[in-house]
């Protein structure tokens, strides 16, 4: 391909039924608590590009009742990089969880149990912030939710983590190294 070669332009998507549309395409999505979530999709962003990177830096995206604003980049796509800055609106997790399993729960026996594997952690290469106004997960009302990430080659940093609850805060900062494992 010629070194010049690039995209500029407007990528805008009207709301369509993103459930409906991975079926067709033979993409099954996971159960989910709520089988009504992944139906109302929509999209509206700028794109900048050659085939080093790809840049969304007007990114507009509603999913369900979330929107979703900010700017994202990824770089070397045999090897992605992702920079970004986003913030949304409102968003329910416990929605989009798996649905509570009614079985009993049997521990596993512990003299069989493996180490985590981490592989998945080493190939992070992440650069950025992401808030959320209003967030919902196992049950907890969350509000003002803001975290910076930084993770490359399994050295992983949220620094900072903050939310508040209902009756509280929350500012912490979170290390992980999956540089080797145990």
């Known amino acids: 391909y010629p070194a010049q070669t690039s995209i500029k332009g407007s990528l805008q998507l009207s709301e369509t039924n993103l ?17 009504t979530v992944f139906t109302r999709l929509n999209l509206n ?22 929107s979703l604003q900010g700017a994202l980049t990824i770089e070397n796509f045999s090897n992605p990089a992702f920079n ?9 997790l416990d929605r989009y969880l798996p649905p509570k399993s009614t079985a009993p729960k049997n521990p596993a026996p512990t003299a069989s149990e493996q180490p985590f594997n981490l592989d998945g952690l080493r190939k992070l290469n992440l650069n950025g912030t992401l808030r959320a ?9 969350l509000r003002d939710v803001a975290l910076s990430v930084l993770a490359k080659q399994g050295d992983i940093k949220i620094s900072p983590l903050s939310l508040n609850l209902k009756e509280g ?14």
């Open 133 to 141: 106004a209003k967030l919902k997960v196992s049950q907890l009302q």
């Open 169 to 182: 805060s929350l500012s912490t900062v979170i290390a992980l190294n999956a540089q080797n494992n145990p």
């Open 45 to 66: 962003t700028s794109i900048n590009g050659n085939l080093q990177k790809v840049q969304f830096p007007a990114l507009n995206l509603r999913l369900d009742q979330s």
């Open 19 to 35: 459930r409906t549309f991975l079926t067709r395409l033979g993409i099954a999505l996971p159960a989910s608590a709520d089988n």
């Open 84 to 92: 970004f800055s986003l913030a949304v609106d409102d968003l329910d």
